[in-house]
């Protein structure tokens, strides 16, 4: 069985091909709408990258159709059994991975308020899939499903009962189908039932979140209403008093749109020293960098305690992200003066080995390559043999 999963960012387009269930070809677009657009594609030993300028995501979707057609990867998307496509916010709506058709799309649409920015993207790929290929299943995976097991303690705001029953205020959580992934993947690794293991996953790339696994099933997660709560991310500033906000617009009279453009997409990392890439970051002598990176390894390593808290006994914490796979010294900080019975294991952690604890810790730290595309591919196969 042949499925294709899109993953429609902001800005980004990524679309897999998968053959059971192996990923056969893998395309990335980036910046799309800029002059830097780039098509980034990986089949069997072949890795290719076309600097083209690339309007919007209906181009980008053609332009791997060309490609799948000229390397003769697929003929035509007729020829798939699914398209799985990833959507950001299912709401309370979505709690499973969904056969898409007109009522899944007007609620999908009915949820686009809660996340105008991804679901917008999101939608917009779904569509045009539909109307590139009308006959096949399409299936839509969520990212806020994986986290709505957690119970009412982990998702409500300590605010009045008509705020969340009314206005649906509550945390959803985000990155479901990474930590997801991580989880099981770490399992595996581990041989063991993941009904029988308490893990902690850190999705830690542009946006980041943690969280707390039980038995395969999110009982916590850092991002909360909207992906801004949480640990300090790369443009996000992550947890902050709510009264700062407040401050903001009475004091400095600034509007809630400036606000909201300040706290997602101008502060963390950016907001500190000025870029969110945490290879300059590192490299950087700068006072202001080497703060940056000691209040993001701080901010992850309240929320690790905080979960090994709430978990009671923990057995696994999983690395995954592009910050999370390749930075060993942020790694290293977050575990400086833990013990708890970890021993973190520092030439295991500088090889960027798949276990970076010694044998004998308590607690076994892996690194593992996420992959939200796999795991979306994963729901759809579900689908398709039930
Ligand atoms: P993601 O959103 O998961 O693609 O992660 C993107 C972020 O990963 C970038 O903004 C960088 O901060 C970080 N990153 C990527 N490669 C490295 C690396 N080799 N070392 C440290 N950080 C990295």
Redesign the pocket.
């Given at each position: 069985m042949k499925i294709a999963v899109v993953n429609s960012g902001s800005s980004s387009l990524k679309f897999k091909l998968f053959e059971a269930k192996d990923a056969l070809a893998h395309f990335v677009v980036e910046n799309i709408g800029k002059a830097d657009a780039k098509i980034i594609f990986a089949f069997r030993e072949k890795k290719v990258a076309i600097s083209k300028i690339v309007a919007n995501h209906c181009e980008a979707l053609k332009e791997i159709v060309e490609l799948l057609k000229e390397y003769e990867i697929l003929a035509d998307f007729s020829h798939l059994d699914a398209i799985g496509h990833r959507v950001v916010h299912g709401g309370e709506a979505f709690v499973d991975a969904t056969v898409i058709d007109d009522e899944a799309i007007k609620k999908i649409e009915s949820l686009k308020h809660l996340d105008p920015l991804h679901n917008e993207a999101n939608l917009e790929g779904i569509l045009l899939a539909l109307k590139m290929a009308p006959l096949v299943k399409q299936i839509a995976v969520f990212d806020t499903a994986f986290h709505s097991k957690m119970p009412k303690e982990a998702y409500l705001y300590a605010l009045e009962a008509k705020y969340y029953e009314n206005y649906g205020i509550r945390r959803y959580g985000f990155h479901g189908s990474s930590h997801s992934y991580l989880a099981k993947a770490c399992a595996n690794e581990l041989q063991k039932d993941i009904r029988e293991l308490n893990i902690i996953t850190l999705h830690l790339?542009?946006?980041s979140s943690v969280c707390a696994v039980q038995g395969g099933v999110s009982i916590d997660t850092s991002m909360g209403f909207t992906p801004l709560e949480g640990v300090i991310m790369?443009t996000r500033c992550g947890d902050i008093d709510a009264g700062v906000v407040f401050y903001m617009q009475r004091e400095l009279g600034l509007s809630v749109d400036e606000t909201d453009e300040i706290l997602n997409t101008r502060s963390g990392l950016f907001g500190l020293c000025g870029t969110?890439?945490?290879?300059e970051i590192?490299a950087s002598g700068d006072a202001n960098a080497k703060l940056a990176l000691d209040m993001l390894s701080r901010s992850i390593k309240k929320y690790i305690g905080a979960y090994m808290a709430l978990l009671g006994r923990v057995d696994a914490i999983v690395f995954g992200?592009?910050?999370g796979e390749?930075?060993a010294i942020l790694r290293k900080m977050i575990f400086e003066n833990i013990n708890f019975g970890i021993l973190f294991d520092d030439d295991a952690n500088e090889d960027s080995r798949k276990i970076i604890s010694k044998a004998d810790s308590k607690i076994d730290i892996m690194v593992i390559k996420t992959d939200e595309e796999q795991e979306i591919a994963n729901e759809c196969y579900k689908i398709l043999e039930s």
């Amino acid at each position: 069985m042949k499925i294709a999963v899109v993953n429609s960012g902001s800005s980004s387009l990524k679309f897999k091909l998968f053959e059971a269930k192996d990923a056969l070809a893998h395309f990335v677009v980036e910046n799309i709408g800029k002059a830097d657009a780039k098509i980034i594609f990986a089949f069997r030993e072949k890795k290719v990258a076309i600097s083209k300028i690339v309007a919007n995501h209906c181009e980008a979707l053609k332009e791997i159709v060309e490609l799948l057609k000229e390397y003769e990867i697929l003929a035509d998307f007729s020829h798939l059994d699914a398209i799985g496509h990833r959507v950001v916010h299912g709401g309370e709506a979505f709690v499973d991975a969904t056969v898409i058709d007109d009522e899944a799309i007007k609620k999908i649409e009915s949820l686009k308020h809660l996340d105008p920015l991804h679901n917008e993207a999101n939608l917009e790929g779904i569509l045009l899939a539909l109307k590139m290929a009308p006959l096949v299943k399409q299936i839509a995976v969520f990212d806020t499903a994986f986290h709505s097991k957690m119970p009412k303690e982990a998702y409500l705001y300590a605010l009045e009962a008509k705020y969340y029953e009314n206005y649906g205020i509550r945390r959803y959580g985000f990155h479901g189908s990474s930590h997801s992934y991580l989880a099981k993947a770490c399992a595996n690794e581990l041989q063991k039932d993941i009904r029988e293991l308490n893990i902690i996953t850190l999705h830690l790339g542009n946006g980041s979140s943690v969280c707390a696994v039980q038995g395969g099933v999110s009982i916590d997660t850092s991002m909360g209403f909207t992906p801004l709560e949480g640990v300090i991310m790369g443009t996000r500033c992550g947890d902050i008093d709510a009264g700062v906000v407040f401050y903001m617009q009475r004091e400095l009279g600034l509007s809630v749109d400036e606000t909201d453009e300040i706290l997602n997409t101008r502060s963390g990392l950016f907001g500190l020293c000025g870029t969110n890439d945490v290879r300059e970051i590192s490299a950087s002598g700068d006072a202001n960098a080497k703060l940056a990176l000691d209040m993001l390894s701080r901010s992850i390593k309240k929320y690790i305690g905080a979960y090994m808290a709430l978990l009671g006994r923990v057995d696994a914490i999983v690395f995954g992200g592009g910050i999370g796979e390749n930075s060993a010294i942020l790694r290293k900080m977050i575990f400086e003066n833990i013990n708890f019975g970890i021993l973190f294991d520092d030439d295991a952690n500088e090889d960027s080995r798949k276990i970076i604890s010694k044998a004998d810790s308590k607690i076994d730290i892996m690194v593992i390559k996420t992959d939200e595309e796999q795991e979306i591919a994963n729901e759809c196969y579900k689908i398709l043999e039930s």
